[in-house]
């Protein structure tokens, strides 16, 4: 079964930095394509950035509002994804999902999701 | 970026009936769309992509159709699990993926 658990969130003032972590189970994690969703209260889904496997070549794409921001990575010795977070700002104020990509032909599906873990970020 | 239109933003409906959510894009994605179900303090989970193919383990009330700028998810014979908010979201391969704002399926 697979299993994406999120670690990490808090509570952070604007300006400030936070580092999230997704640890993997039940999946071959090295040759998983993973993302970041997330979800501001009482709001809708926003995609934040997606790494792929680095037999895929490791790159990283990330959302205009969060790009040079926030840096999305993997350590595949420890089947745990990362989102760090930098230059907080209130409105990055969310529910942080990691998510696993579906498949090669379907690259921005997500099949498999964490829980979720809450940051808040004061002014 | 490629903008994600959802009508209604709110259904009331009943057991039993069939219920039609519309998304639409703000040009042609092909058939990259899905389809995710989301229950208050959940992840959400994945039920359609390609605009089309039912997930494995979703049931066969849940159909999704479309392609280019229209497309619909219909669920046949709405049940009680299914009272939740559904969001439709893009992934064009040259563009970010961006996600409707939702539809919320009420108890009528």
């Known amino acids: 079964e697979v299993q994406l658990v999120e670690s990490g969130g808090g509570l952070v003032k604007s300006g400030g930095s936070l580092r999230l972590s997704c640890a993997a189970s039940?999946?071959?994690?090295?040759?998983?394509?993973m993302s970041w969703v997330r979800q501001a209260p009482g709001k809708g889904l926003e995609w934040v950035g997606r790494?792929?496997?680095?037999?895929?070549?490791?790159?990283?794409d990330y959302a205009a509002p969060v790009k040079g921001r926030f840096t999305v990575s993997r350590d595949d010795s420890e089947d745990t994804l990362f989102l760090h977070m930098n230059s907080l700002k209130p409105d990055d104020t969310a529910v942080y999902y990691c998510a696993k990509v579906r498949d090669v032909n379907n690259l921005g599906v997500f099949n498999y999701w964490g829980q979720g873990t809450l940051v808040t970020v004061s002014s | 970026d490629i903008q994600m239109t959802q009508s209604p933003s709110t259904l009331s409906a009943s057991v039993g009936d069939r219920v039609t959510i519309s998304c639409r894009a703000s040009?042609?994605?092909?058939?990259?769309l899905a389809w995710y179900q989301q229950k208050p303090g959940k992840a959400p989970k994945l039920l359609i992509y390609k605009a089309s193919n039912l997930e494995s383990g979703v049931p066969s009330r849940f159909s999704g159709s479309g392609s280019g700028t229209e497309f619909t998810l219909t669920i046949s014979s709405l049940q009680p699990d299914d009272f939740a908010t559904y969001y439709c979201q893009q992934y064009n391969p040259y563009s970010e993926f961006t996600f409707g704002g939702g539809t919320k399926v009420e108890i009528k």
């Open positions: 790494i792929k496997s680095k037999g895929s070549g490791g790159t990283v």
């Open positions: 039940g999946l071959t994690f090295n040759i998983a394509w």
């Open positions: 040009q042609s994605i092909s058939s990259w």
